[in-house]
C-alpha cells in the first residue's frame, strides 16, 4: 500500500527557515512525480512545487519560486520542501502527493485531481 508521511511542521517566524520531509512507503518515490501543496481554510488546494521522476526537474508556483526549494533522496525515498524566508501568507496546511510521472511534462503538475496518493498534511504557521 502506498503511503506518504510528513514531518516537519510547525510554526517558524518570518524570514526564517522550515524543511518538511515527505517519506514514502510501498512504492518508489523516484519513479513518480512528487509534489507539494498547501490549502488554507475557505480556499482550494493549491500547488507549491514538484520534481520529476527521471530527471529531478524542479517546477514551482510564482510565489514559491525563489524561496522554496524541492529535493529527493532517492536512498531514503523521501522528498523535501526547504522553505526559505517564509512570510505569513505561507501559513497553511501542507500536502505531500505522488502522480504519474508524465504530469510535469504534460504541463499539468499543478492539477491537485492528477495525484493519486496524499499524506496527512502538516500545519505551518508563520508569525513572529
Known amino acids: 500500500e502506498a503511503q506518504l508521511v510528513e514531518s516537519g511542521g510547525g510554526l517558524v517566524q518570518p524570514g526564517g527557515s522550515l524543511r518538511l520531509s515527505c517519506a514514502a512507503s510501498g512504492f518508489n518515490c523516484a519513479d513518480y512525480a512528487m509534489a507539494w501543496f498547501r490549502q488554507v481554510p475557505g480556499k482550494e488546494r493549491e500547488a507549491v512545487s514538484c520534481?520529476?521522476?527521471?530527471?529531478?526537474?524542479?517546477y514551482y508556483d510564482s510565489l514559491s519560486e525563489g524561496r522554496f526549494t524541492i529535493s529527493r533522496d532517492n536512498a531514503k525515498n523521501t522528498v523535501y520542501l526547504e522553505m526559505n524566508s517564509p512570510n505569513p501568507e505561507d501559513t497553511a496546511v501542507y500536502y505531500c502527493?505522488?502522480?504519474?510521472?508524465?504530469?510535469?511534462?504534460?504541463?499539468?503538475?499543478?492539477?491537485?485531481?492528477?495525484?493519486?496518493?496524499w499524506g496527512q498534511g502538516p500545519q505551518v504557521t508563520v508569525s513572529s
Open positions: 520534481i520529476s521522476a527521471t530527471d529531478s526537474s524542479t
Open positions: 502527493a505522488a502522480g504519474p510521472l508524465i504530469l510535469p511534462w504534460a504541463g499539468v503538475w499543478s492539477a491537485v485531481a492528477e495525484y493519486d496518493s
